[in-house]
């Protein structure tokens, strides 16, 4: 994985500094409260509901256990002992006080992490297909281009003070686990048909309070014209965005006002200065960051295949581990384990200090030291030994950590909600703790296959509600929390924006709902073979809302 | 009275004491044959296109930008467009830049920015000289080098 060199060591220390002063001028009053703010934002530090809020980058979701070790230290020093991994492959510090602020940021520097650019109005943490590197479908790792999109945005003059924020993802493989398309750019890897490597670029996706699917701006840009690309797509965006209408300033937005010819003809025209004006990174530059990504040297020792079937076959548990929670790696000997932050009746996301650990032994003993966290809120160990997957199991077992429901009804994605966001409008996690408990048994959880449920406690949609198979909305309607559901989300390759189901339910009514959208499923479904999204393609809308508003029927 | 922000500190702004003027783009078309381009300014808005000012650039000696808020980034892609399109004149931001922009607007292409008194009171010169650009530690000047467009 990426290695800091000089240069960005003292980029990172110098930011702290600056912040550091920031904070400073804030408390003898050089900056006013409205002039700080958008300055602690790019510093990552929000003011929630009840505390401020620090956002750490994990840039496309990649950390080694020395990382991992220090995210752990960093949670006990200052803040209450665990931390929240969240949809962008970020981790949330919920309690940070603001005098610490730069200790915790010099702690991260220590371990070459850093905050900036996980809030304000400037491109955020670009994010990957959290198996990049690993997945046996993968044509090319996407973490290089995102490495240089990472040191790109970083601290660009021309664009921190962007009409709004500007989010990138990056894919290298046909399985889009990225959501690319619900992206500001989203970044297909692809070649043409000179087998040339380069990249399919969609703009303008994007979820929140106006969801759309974004369009291709680019079937085929060549790799060394990317640079130049994503500028000219910003220039174009920070001259053009809306400014007038905060939720009217989403390039998205912008997209689809202009209409994408136009668009396209405007990003061209720029593109085409900036490339005469620039010269892009030199192919020894390019190569350097590639090498960071090298696959380590897999032990290609003989798996004991014997001692694996026997483990699952002694273990139902395990068996049920193995189905959901093990991915095909691309080298036969290995397997990509997720571990899944969702235990029954748990937060999405949360881990303690004492978990992190674990997973940071374990990446360091059984996985060449890489680990993952995928938009999902989930942890990956990337490369594990298929007959060391027993071992794995059984630690994160005694660690409360063996959950097997990845892909599942319980593996559900829930942002903080009225817990603990200011704009929250309605509680998220209590829902989804309840939805958890409603179907904690695993077998009944396989039973019904892969499922995603995705769950917003308000319209910003940060639960990615819309491209949830079954999405939760939670509203404000009255000073009384109303459940809006969608059906027929999908955040894949095949991305949808679901349809809403009808009439909000409350808080006590949304559980019940939800189990009896699953109750129907499970009824009408072409054999268990076919998924709640395959039935829901088949069959429309009518007989889950039918399940939904029985007093309609 | 303005205050003017270079590299080496505070200044007042003597622009219109030197009998030079500011003139708006949209007036700009009555008044220019009278007045001599070194004493003339040209104010623009911050939706202006950059392309559509390729003409004037020989009859004035300063472009000013304004940002009704710092948090309007608009005046550094103008500034960006207006340097990569040939303007070689002196460019100076004007309004609501704080100091920890400073980097951004010379980078960006400005000279200078004019601020208000009130601000340069509230953010003294020490706090603009310590985020004057610091092209050691900029990845844009890495990874995108300018071309040497002048040499020829």
Redesign the interface.
Known sequence: MYEYNQ?DH??VR?RVR?FR??VE?RLD????ED?FK??RLMNGLYLQLHAYMLRVAVPYGTLNSRQMNQLAYISEKWDKGYGHFTTRQNIQYNWPKLKDVPDILDALADVEMHAIQTSG?CVRNVTADHFAGAAADEIEDPRPTAE?LR??S?????????PRKFKIAITGAPNDRAVTKAHDIGLRMVRNENDEPGYEVIVGGGLGRTPMVGKVARDFLPKADL??YV?AIL?VY??NGR?DNKFKARIKILVHETGIETLREMIEEVFE??K??????SEE?VKAIEAQFQPPEFDAGPVDEEKLAAAIESDPLFKSFMETNVHEHFDPNHAIVTISLKPIGGTPGDATADQMRVMANLAEAYAYDELRVSHEQNIILPHVRRDDLPEVFERLREAGLATANVGLITDMIACPGMDYCALATARSIPVAQEISNAFEDIKAQHDIGPLKIKISGCINACGHHHVGHIGILGLDKAGVESYQITLGGDGTETATIGERAGPGFSYEEIVPAIQRIVERYVEIREGVDETFLETYRRVGAEPFKNALYPETV | MSIIVRDDGFHKDSWEADGGLFIDLEKFGQDVASKAPDKTALDIPNDVSAHSLTGLFNNVAMIRIPFPSFADGRGFSIAKQLRQIGYEGRLRAFGHVIADQYGFARTCGFDEVEISEELAERQPQEQWLARLPKDNLSYQKKLLAEREMRNA
């Open positions: 240069f003292d980029f110098n600056e002063a920031q001028r009053g050089s900056l006013t002039e958008p300055l109005n240089l040191q790109w970083m601290d660009h003059p021309e664009f921190q003070f962007l640079l130049p500028e220039q920070n001259l400014r200065t900036q005469a004006l620039h010269i892009p990174p530059m």
